[in-house]
């Protein structure tokens, strides 16, 4: 547990609306996600555990708190600071895969590296090490309907690793995909995380967060327990109504 | 009944001595129930009595070997053949805590859940490391240890499940009750609690 934290959530609340209608997706989550690790978030639909990802790849903002990547403060950066940041060190997989279905595998990998100003050229030669890094480097020159969706997944957890970024948040990754299938997917995730990544996985199956090297239950947007940890941090507080 | 119906079920394959079929066991089972050879040698006896092996005298090591008889092979097939029976449930102590923690005055249920919902997960994760680390080999023997090691897997993932759906079902409960005034306020709270109830309760269940 010495190793470097990539992804710390320091006291992060979320309210979304405001007034009668608020609603408070997080309230002081402390969470951390460490090099060479991955762990789970659970917890009921509506417990903030989406919201936390979101927070995490800087798709959305804390009303209060901070989110820190890599020790970067990504409210302290602006949008195209938060952009580029998801261009290089975050990446993001989600459970109907995101692919662009005009363009091929290879295509759809070098398009973060593309967007952040790579040659074309380069590119596409991280996007091969990419793909051949999951298994499919045959499938480089395919469009996404000409993949299966354990493949589509592939091209983006491809997609999610290219250009060695070091914090892959996954929602639900496997969803869409059947039992053995999704367990490839987990395979993978978790060998990446051991390749020295940090990982964050949202689910709701106990059997894919067992995965993991820790896992964290929200409920009603607090932390309320964690397994496999040192110390939890924060303890049980079960039971008020939200 | 089982290791009765286990041992009978390996002596078929081939002649046995008592050790060996501990060992064979547990080469299948990864070591999951452990059997003693005591147990083994006393059911083995069992079996002699009601004519289901016969002991062969002793091999060259000095062993004491048992084969199966007819009436042994018989049986064994049965076993196969017959459904384990559902319609007794074996006693199962999480859902008798949890029935009588709902029932009883100052239990926070909503902390007993989550906590054995973490030691579960544990668990969980125990078993799916288990899993990684199993080889995937063909043999009858590595079929045979991960099919245990899903059953594990699976059965703590069902637990897992109910404790959401008791989760749940408690919290629903417990905010009918504050809706409605008239409905007696006794009873088990889901809310936190003064008390500790389920320090103790952990240790005792995680396995």
Not at chain 1, 181 to 186: A, C, K, P, R
Not at chain 2, 97 to 112: E, I, M, R, S, Y
Not at chain 2, 197 to 203: D, I, K, M, Q, R
Request: negative net charge; proline residues 4%; charged residues 25%.
């Amino acid at each position: 547990m010495s190793e470097a934290t990539v992804l710390h959530l320091d006291q992060v609340s979320r309210i979304h609306g405001e007034g009668a209608t608020e609603v408070h997706a997080l309230r002081s989550v402390g969470f951390r996600a460490r090099a060479g690790e991955l762990v789970a978030v659970m917890g009921p639909s509506g417990s903030g555990k989406s919201t936390l990802l979101t927070l995490a790849g800087g798709l959305d903002s804390p009303t209060s708190g901070a989110v820190y990547v890599e020790g970067t403060d990504l409210s302290g950066l602006g949008n195209a600071g938060r952009a580029r940041m998801r261009r290089t060190s975050i990446g993001y997989v989600f459970q109907d895969f995101n692919l662009i279905p005009a363009l091929t595998a290879a295509e759809n990998v070098a398009l973060p590296r593309e967007l952040d100003g790579e040659r074309s050229a380069a590119a596409r030669r991280l996007a091969r090490a990419a793909l051949a890094e999951v298994g499919i480097e045959d499938l480089a020159d395919r469009f996404p309907d000409e993949m299966s969706g354990g493949q589509q997944q592939r091209v983006a957890i491809a997609r999610a690793i290219v250009g060695d970024r070091r914090l892959i948040l996954a929602d639900e990754p496997t969803g869409a995909l059947d039992t053995t299938t999704g367990e490839e997917i987990l395979k993978l995730l978790r060998s990446r995380c051991d390749a020295g990544a940090a990982g964050v996985l949202v689910t709701h199956e106990a059997r894919h967060a067992a995965w993991a090297d820790r896992v964290v239950f929200l409920r009603d947007g607090v932390v309320v327990d964690e397994t496999g940890a040192d110390e939890v941090e924060t303890l049980v507080e079960s039971g008020h109504p939200a | 009944m089982t290791i009765r119906s286990a041992l009978l079920a390996l002596l078929e394959h081939k002649p046995m001595y008592g050790y060996q079929l501990r060992a064979e066991f547990e080469r299948r089972t990864g070591a999951t129930w452990p059997l003693n050879v005591g147990q083994v040698y006393t059911t083995l006896s069992r079996l002699e009595r009601d004519g289901l092996v016969e002991g062969t005298g002793v091999d060259e090591d000095g062993h004491g070997m048992y084969v199966v008889t007819a009436a042994g092979r018989e049986e064994a097939a049965a076993w196969f053949t017959t459904p384990v029976a559902r319609s007794q449930p074996p006693r199962d102590e999480l859902a008798i805590k949890l029935a009588l923690a709902v029932t009883v005055p100052g239990v926070d249920v909503g902390t007993v859940i989550q906590h054995q919902r973490s030691a579960t997960m544990t668990a969980l994760q125990d078993y799916t490391r288990l899993k990684r680390q199993a080889s995937s080999g063909t043999a009858d023997s590595d079929l045979a240890w991960s099919l245990v090691l899903d059953s594990l897997v699976f059965s703590a993932e069902a637990e897992i499940r109910w404790l959401d759906h008791c989760e749940a079902r408690v919290r629903r409960a417990a905010a009918e009750r504050a809706d409605d005034p008239v409905a007696p306020a006794a009873g088990p709270s889901a809310g936190p609690s003064a008390g500790n109830p389920s320090a103790a309760t952990v240790e005792e269940v995680s396995r």
